[in-house]
């Protein structure tokens, strides 16, 4: 898939709804989200300072959640592709976020630590 303007660090598979999705981050700051199908590049998210280091689909919710070097997470709504909130434990950079499905529970890797 082309769209990024630097190196993809990340990407996620949705499989839930009425057609698959891909989500990717990278080190051009942007969350892309991707028509698995089609290849087509639906969005694209620009809410960090620094690279996207990782990326992860919580469906149930239905939400992304995109964590970066800037030391943030985005929390993105999957129906308006806005925003939802911004994240900051003061646990330095965001290295992993994985979801467990049907527990509405998150889980952040920092340089520092981790929160669920």
């Known amino acids: 898939l082309e769209g ?8 996620d598979y949705y499989h839930g709804g009425d057609k698959p999705y891909l989500v990717s981050g990278g080190d051009d700051m942007a969350v892309k989200v991707w028509d698995y199908q ?16 990782c990326v992860s ?3 149930d919710l239905p ?11 985005s929390v993105i709504s999957m129906q308006t592709w806005r ?3 911004t ?3 003061d646990l330095e950079r965001v290295w992993s976020v994985n979801s467990k499905p049907k527990l509405n529970r998150v889980a952040i890797g920092f340089d520092n630590g981790m929160i669920v």
């Not at 089609?38 to 280091?53: D, M, P, R, W």
């Not at 939400?63 to 997470?73: Q, R, V, Y």
């Open 57 to 59: 689909f919580v469906p």
């Open 38 to 53: 089609t290849k087509a590049c639906l969005q694209t998210l620009s809410f960090h300072s620094g690279n996207i280091s």
């Open 63 to 73: 939400l992304i959640i995109a964590g970066s070097e800037d030391n943030t997470c």
């Open 83 to 85: 925003l939802e909130t």
């Open 87 to 89: 994240l900051n434990y």
């Open 4 to 11: 990024h303007e630097a190196g993809v660090n990340c990407v």
